[in-house]
Antibody, heavy 120, light 110 residues
């Protein structure tokens, strides 16, 4: 079954870091890019960045530059998104999504999301 | 990169048609034919409904259609059904390998 399986919910204190994983199954991991999108409670979808799973190149939203690191482990067919210096405003559901390489700028497969709660 | 502008809410009765607009700039919506639309039911992940302005993925009913004029893209849902009630988000390529989403529109089926 073609799917993206994300890690479980996390609770973190302000100032801490969180690392969310996204494991691909049912397709060749390195044939598609992985994007990260977050959604704060009751708020809009917000694009964070993406990784070329083949060569590891990344591009992140200016908003998160310096705080977000996107990596991948091809042997595990897994992408990771690490967000540092967490604050309460980072409380959100974090989604990973799959994108075809080339001029295909849409996400055709989404993970179920990982809730990250930042609270003291 | 600023979010694309969508109406906060739209509504329609079963069987009617509704259109959701998505306004950007010449640097995103107006500059590329890479607008996509996503449907999101409460507590669920988004689902791709339209890509490349007007293309429909396999399995999406042809009641859903997309278009674009200048810096504004639109999603039209005809023959409204109860299960269409959801949040809808537009998304556009904004150059330099960046995506930008809209603010989201809540569709209510009366």
């Amino acid at each position: 079954q073609v799917q993206l399986v994300q890690s479980g919910a996390e609770v973190k204190k302000p100032g801490a870091s969180v690392k969310v994983s996204c494991m691909a199954s049912g397709y060749t991991f390195t044939s598609y890019a992985v994007h990260w999108v977050r959604q704060a409670p009751g708020q809009r979808l917000e694009w964070m960045g993406w990784i070329n799973t083949g060569n590891g190149d990344t591009k992140c939203s200016q908003k998160f530059q310096g705080r977000v690191t996107i990596t991948r482990d091809t042997s595990a067919s897994t992408a990771y998104m690490e967000l540092t210096s967490l604050r309460s405003e980072d409380t959100a559901v974090y989604y990973c999504g799959r994108k075809t390489y080339g001029a295909y700028w849409y996400i055709d497969l989404w993970g179920r999301g990982t809730l990250v709660t930042v609270s003291s | 990169q600023s979010a694309l502008t969508q109406p906060r809410s739209v509504s329609g009765s079963p069987g009617q048609s509704v259109t959701i607009s998505c306004t950007g700039t010449s640097s995103d919506v107006g500059g590329y034919n890479y607008v996509s639309w996503y449907q999101q039911h409460p507590g669920k992940a988004p689902k791709l409904m339209i890509y490349d302005v007007s293309a429909r993925p396999s399995g999406v009913p042809d009641r859903f259609s997309g278009s674009k004029s200048g810096n504004t893209a639109s999603l039209t849902i005809s023959g409204l059904q109860a299960e269409d009630e959801a949040d809808y988000y537009c998304c556009s390529y904004a150059g330099n390998y960046i995506l930008v989403f809209g603010g989201g529109t809540k569709l209510t089926v009366l």
